[in-house]
């Protein structure tokens, strides 16, 4: 460090009561400076001031020191000064000039021409105005140039509101400078921005090449989903990382700031335009009622909590069979209902299985509630395929029970959250919720009272065990990426969007309806990957692309997964009032004969006969093709062989009965 840089490092470092001492001080001298000044200019010759010229030095000095101090002057930073400390500045001295011009231009002095008042304030604006810059440039940009040492270059894509604020609160940070905005408007182009210039977006490869940019930001919340989309297709094969400012509402209730700034999220990539809710229809069946979710804390069942509590139910029930996912939920909600109109929305946290129906039938005989979202369910495949007896208990049986509490306490709407891996299904999971949707089919058939619906959709970003945010932790890890095979696609649709789509196919339902949620298109999970490892600045290396940094390795289809997945049994969808919302007529056994498959299905559990339980299910669902051999984990430990004898348990305490008590 310069001695130069030491001596502005102390006065950056002095009280802020001795640093407003040598602003006034500055501020006193250059108040005689101008006066000399202007005496030159009227006389025309350098020299001592005679002593006639002592009264236009005192009263400069005395007028503008205070007025300068009323008018805040001094509570400005010089390193910060910014367009409103200049405006304060420039109002202070003309209150200044009119004063001293009105004592020496217009009343007179003697000795002093009058020149004099028209000429100092003038001056004294300027040398103001001067030091001020100054003061900006040496101790809030050019010293901070130097304390940040390298600079990180970025690019601001947007040259809107957004993107300036951005661009000022980025410039008071350390470690990063804007290189350029880059914008669509072409009036824009080859302009100056706060002294930044704007380019054009054809020039960005040209812009990362040259500055050797790092990151490009992205500054335009207002712009709509289809046109964001169309920007990240241009910034992927940029080469840089992306991050992003999260929506024009999110920043509605302050100025953007760096901390806004996120990395890019996958609904960035693949969501869709939001489709505004009908708020009547949705409130019909849950306004002023009791509602119930089961599944609360995980990840659609979250959703449709937090979206119910907007539509301000009088109580909302939340089962779930996990602690913690639960307590997270209603913590969630408590926050949310404080902050909005949900306060009033009586939240009940209930911990259970819905599978345990002593516990479903308290829940319902205490409540009674009037609509049931039921989320319930286990949906990670290869684990449901390695644990096919407690994935079919629970997706199965856990539903029979809600369904038939819902109907006998007389609750007036069932919703069944189903997925598309029940269409043909090729795993356990899938299958056991087609045997759901029959169980809710065959009900509705009997025209018992309740209204039950399903609602069947595929993968959801962000969810838990989804493969974008495994994706996500490998690239951050610098790679392998793991793709199960390089033609598999899926369909991806974000958690809100599921949700609110749930909530509406539900309040359509008149009974038994298999509602299909429209998915877009399918997403090759390749792409799809590759567009993750290039927003985050990475090239992806693979078959196609050998140099790249990030390597995408193949791991093979797992237990139950296949290539693509299907929303349709059939091809004849129906369509309804709402564009994304369809309806499919498929098959089901009546209930006496489902009834009988099911006690067999129940006793295939109980004995875990894993081999009759495949074959009960293909019975149930005749699409069921499991594309492999039983990998259920306790049965191929038992066909490996037997194991260590099991020890007998020491006799405990007994009842009078010779019962075992639990100790």
Not at 239 to 250: I, K, N, Q
Not at 446 to 455: D, I, K, L, N, Y
């Amino acid at each position: 460090m310069t001695a130069f840089d030491q001596v502005i490092a102390k006065t950056v470092a002095l009280p802020r009561p001795a640093k407003k001492a040598i602003a006034m001080s500055l501020d006193a001298a250059l108040c005689i400076l101008t006066v000399w000044l202007a005496f030159y200019i009227r006389i025309g010759e350098r020299a001592v001031l005679p002593g006639y010229q002592w009264p236009a030095l005192a009263a400069a000095v005395a007028l503008a020191v205070p007025i300068f101090v009323l008018a805040g002057l001094y509570r400005s930073v010089f390193r910060y000064v910014g367009w409103e400390a200049l405006t304060a500045m420039a109002q202070a001295v003309f209150a200044y000039g009119i004063i001293y011009a009105g004592a020496f231009s217009v009343l007179g002095v003697p000795g002093v021409p009058r020149s004099i008042g028209l000429i100092q304030p003038v001056l004294l604006f300027l040398a103001v105005g001067a030091s001020r810059a100054l003061g900006r440039y040496w101790l809030g940009g050019r010293y901070r140039q130097r304390l940040r040492g390298p600079q990180a270059n970025i690019l601001i894509y947007g040259a809107g509101s957004a993107g300036r604020q951005l661009a000022a609160a980025l410039s008071e940070g350390l470690g990063t400078r804007v290189a350029g905005f880059v914008d669509d408007d072409h009036h824009l182009h080859d302009s100056l921005i706060a002294g930044i210039r704007v380019w054009a977006p054809d020039r960005l490869a040209e812009l990362v090449e040259r500055h050797g940019v790092t990151e490009i930001f992205l500054a335009m919340p207002s712009i709509g989903r289809w046109r964001r989309n169309e920007i990240l297709k241009l910034l992927q094969p940029v080469g840089v990382a992306v991050r992003t400012l999260p929506g024009l509402l999110d920043l509605a209730h302050g100025r953007v700031t760096v901390s806004d700034l996120r990395p890019l999220e996958v609904d960035d990539l693949l969501g869709r335009e939001p489709v505004a809710p009908d708020l009547a229809l949705l409130e019909r069946d849950i306004r002023d009622c009791v509602v119930l979710v089961t599944g609360a804390g995980g990840s659609i069942g979250s959703e449709l909590c937090r979206q119910i509590l907007t539509l301000r139910p009088a109580t909302l029930l939340l089962l779930d069979s996990s602690e913690y996912a639960l307590y997270s939920i209603h913590r969630d909600l408590e926050r949310l209902a404080a902050a909005t109109e949900g306060g009033s929305v009586r939240l009940v946290p209930l911990l259970g299985s819905v599978c345990d129906e002593a516990r479903v039938r308290a829940i319902f005989s205490a409540w009674r509630p009037h609509t049931i979202y039921h989320a319930a369910a286990y949906k990670h495949v290869p684990l449901v395929e390695h644990n096919p007896i407690e994935g079919i208990s629970n997706n199965v049986f856990g539903t029979l029970v809600v369904a038939r509490m819902a109907q006998q306490y007389g609750a007036a709407r069932f919703v069944l959250v189903s997925t598309d891996k029940a269409v043909r299904p090729t795993n356990v999971m899938g299958a056991s919720k087609r045997i759901a949707e029959m169980v809710l089919q065959a009900m509705a058939a009997e025209r018992a009272g309740t209204c039950f619906a399903m609602v069947r959709f595929g993968n959801v970003l962000g969810s838990s065990g989804s493969v974008v945010p495994l994706f996500r932790q490998q690239v951050a890890a610098g790679g392998p990426v793991t793709v199960t095979d390089p033609e598999v696609t899926r369909y991806f649709m974000t958690i809100p969007e599921a949700a609110q789509l749930v909530l509406h196919a539900g309040a359509m339902a008149s009974g038994g309806e298999v509602f299909v949620l429209d998915m877009g298109e399918p997403v090759r999970i390749m792409d799809l990957a590759i567009r993750i490892i290039e927003l985050s600045g990475f090239k992806a290396r693979h078959a196609g692309e050998p140099q790249g940094e990030i390597e995408i390795v193949f791991s093979g289809l797992r237990p139950g997964e296949k290539l693509y997945e299907e929303l349709l049994i059939g091809n004849n969808p129906v369509p309804t009032s709402h564009g994304r919302i369809m309806m499919a007529s498929e098959s089901f056994l009546a209930l006496p004969v489902l009834n009988r498959q099911l006690g067999l299905l129940g006793k295939g559990l109980a004995a875990r006969d894993i081999e009759r339980v495949r074959k009960l299910i293909g019975d149930l669902v005749p699409e069921y093709a499991p594309a492999g051999d039983v990998v259920d984990w306790i049965h191929l430990e038992d066909m490996a062989g037997p194991g260590p004898a099991p020890v007998a348990p020491a006799a405990g305490p007994q009842d009078a009965d010779g019962g075992q008590l639990v100790s």
